[in-house]
């Protein structure tokens, strides 16, 4: 099956389009754990300062429709890298440490075909799409690997497992016991900044999935009772120092110009229990925000699902624009093999994901006339350009009524109008239909 897979990928490669204008770009895709849409100046926060991260805004475009494709941190990775909802990988659910299975390896991902178009690959944080042999980075692609192989939380007392958690680099756990987090996010930029640095003539991909601020929150020292946003925004604004370290190091090597940097998050932030753990276990009140959003990480409301989403490329992408329409992180994949030069029409497994390029550079309209909302293998609604359509089972977010809201007027979902659009709702039912049966898990996924 490798094999064939192997061959699929070289016609991948081989069936490249023309590249648009110009050698092929470095890629940085920065990644934030739980991050929510109002935790950023940028994106309106009052108190949290992210100089760094706004300055990229400025310098590129900033996306307000932005989504993850699950509210948890597992399938958002797998659709994240393989550009598919995690329902046709079987990346449903969240995966912990005595897992013996992860991402399969009949995905492709996002470091496999760049990396098969001549790419350096390196993942410097958190992976979570395995941890057994077989399912890790460097069996999906990633020549460097140096993090962790799932969630910071994942150890006694939060998690009831008897694996401890390590950090390793390659295949191997660092000889590191119990893991200093309070400096996790200062080590990671560092081994960031090194492979930058020390990188070739071939162009490189950069995934930077930072594990905070996740719960148990960590900052370094030097970052300690910096926020006024508390220690959450401690944490966040030394995430923001390391995106700072990133692009300064990108022009100090007079890279930043053929560079594409990306910010984003994988899901809404943990807003609906402030039991935010510390590394002296003192039970923290100052959370995470999803701005005026409803709802919260595992929820498929767009407080679980909307996330910022920044991408910056100087001189090919207009600065400071501003893109309202929907767009998906499941859309990086095919807009970034379109950059470098690989034809996204070729991969082995069909997309989900739509390439952004007119989107992002000439606003054009969204790609995408409808964008579905999964919580874990359940399809719980569906959006089009100016309606959403939830009809869930979650005794904690919902009823198990329909609920229709018209996102433009009500992008918080504070008006449930669904009794007013009778045929409306027929329509979002029968879409839903349509999804649970043409998105579904491939044959032999797992």
């Known amino acids: 099956m490798r094999a064939l897979l192997s061959y699929s990928i070289l016609l991948l490669v081989l069936t490249t389009g023309c590249r648009r204008e110009g050698s092929a770009p470095n890629i940085v895709l920065i990644y934030a754990d739980d991050l929510g849409y109002g935790d950023l100046g940028t994106y309106g926060h009052p108190t949290i300062h992210t100089p760094h991260i ?28 393989t550009g598919r909802y995690p329902i046709r990988s079987g990346v449903t659910g969240v995966f912990f440490p005595e897992d013996t299975t992860g991402l399969p390896t009949t995905e492709w991902t996002l470091a496999e075909a760049l990396q098969s178009a001549g790419y350096q690959t390196a993942l410097f ?33 939060w998690v009831d497992t008897n694996v401890p958690l390590r950090l390793w680099r390659g295949n191997e756990p660092v000889d ?74 990108l022009e100090e090597t007079g890279r930043r110009d053929n560079t594409i940097v990306i910010f984003t998050s994988d899901n809404g932030a943990n807003v609906a229990s402030p039991r935010f753990f510390t590394d002296d276990r003192i039970v923290q009140t100052d959370v995470g925000s999803n701005g005026p959003f409803r709802g919260n990480k595992r929820l498929t409301l767009e407080g679980g699902m909307r996330v910022p989403g920044i991408v910056s490329w100087p001189g090919r992408l207009p600065p400071g624009a501003v893109r309202t329409g929907m767009a998906s992180a499941m859309d990086l994949f095919p807009t970034l093999l379109a950059y470098a030069g690989v034809d996204p029409a070729a991969a082995p497994n069909p997309l989900d994901g739509r390439d952004l390029g007119d989107f992002l550079a000439n606003d054009a309209p969204s790609p995408h ?22 009809l869930c089972d979650d005794a904690d977010s919902c009823a198990g009524e329909p609920e229709l809201y018209n996102l433009q007027q009500d992008p918080y979902e504070r008006f449930n109008v669904a009794a007013d659009h009778p045929d409306l709702v027929a329509d979002f039912l029968d879409r839903l239909t349509y999804g649970r049966t043409a998105v579904r898990p491939a044959t032999g996924s797992r």
Request: charge should be neutral; include cysteine.
């Open 176 to 249: 590191e016991y119990p893991l200093d987090q309070s400096t996790l996010t200062r080590r990671l930029t560092e081994e960031a900044v090194r492979f930058i640095q020390n990188a070739g003539d071939a162009p490189f991909f950069l995934y930077l999935p930072h594990p905070m601020p996740h719960v148990p929150v960590y900052r370094s020292g030097a970052f300690a009772g910096v926020s006024a946003g508390g220690r959450y925004g401690d944490v966040v604004e030394e995430i923001d120092w390391s995106v700072g370290e990133i692009v300064r190091t």
């Open 54 to 81: 706004d300055a990229l805004a400025r310098v590129g475009v900033k996306l307000t429709a932005f989504y993850s494709a699950a509210p948890v941190c597992t399938p958002a990775r797998a659709a994240l890298l």
């Open 125 to 157: 944080g958190k992976w979570h799409l395995g941890s057994a042999p077989g399912y890790r980075p460097t069996d999906h692609g990633f020549e460097a690997f140096h993090g962790l192989l799932y969630s910071n939380d994942m150890m006694r007392p």
């Open 369 to 390: 006339d409808y964008l579905y909302y999964f919580r874990e293998d359940r399809l719980q609604g569906v959006r089009d350009a100016t309606w959403k359509f939830r």
